[in-house]
């Protein structure tokens, strides 16, 4: 019997196989150390998130432009992350009172581990 030849088949319907795998399970939610995670589809914009969240959060915040739109750009991915690590859905109210501190000219942010290491 020839074995390499053998050996070879084997190795191409495992390939073809985890092929096969790998296109059925896009997009689909796994396991992993317990927690179900969802496979990204693609990248979203910050626009677009906040659009997720609210519609009219998202018109307001497309209006912005110059400091007031850094400030608000930087105080939603910050509650971004906070709501993320928490495991928890971003609060709408939240967003709009980002805003409404950017517009004023106001950074308000929690405090994180960071923040108190550099004081």
Same mark, same amino acid.
């Given at each position: 019997?020839?074995?390499?030849?053998?050996?070879?088949? *084997?190795?191409?319907?495992?390939?073809? !196989?985890?092929?096969?795998?790998? #296109?059925?399970t &896009?997009?689909? =939610?796994?396991?992993?150390?317990?927690?179900?995670?969802?496979a990204?589809?693609?990248? *979203?914009?910050?626009?677009?998130?906040? !659009?997720?969240?609210?519609?009219? #959060?998202?018109? &307001?915040?497309? =209006?912005?432009?110059?400091?007031?739109?850094?400030?608000?750009?930087e105080?939603?991915?910050?509650?971004?992350?906070?709501?993320?690590?928490?495991?928890?859905?971003?609060?709408?109210?939240?967003?709009r009172?980002i805003?409404?501190?950017?517009?004023?000219?106001?950074?308000?942010?929690?405090?994180?581990?960071?923040?108190?290491?550099?004081?």
């Amino acid at each position: 019997m020839n074995y390499p030849y053998v050996f070879i088949k *084997i190795f191409e319907k495992i390939c073809r !196989l985890l092929r096969q795998l790998s #296109q059925r399970t &896009r997009g689909v =939610k796994m396991k992993v150390g317990g927690q179900k995670v969802a496979a990204a589809a693609r990248q *979203i914009t910050l626009q677009e998130r906040i !659009l997720q969240i609210d519609h009219i #959060q998202a018109r &307001r915040f497309a =209006k912005l432009s110059g400091a007031p739109m850094e400030i608000a750009t930087e105080g939603i991915i910050r509650h971004l992350k906070a709501c993320q690590k928490m495991d928890v859905n971003p609060d709408a109210s939240a967003v709009r009172e980002i805003i409404d501190d950017a517009l004023n000219g106001r950074r308000v942010f929690a405090e994180t581990s960071n923040d108190l290491l550099a004081a």
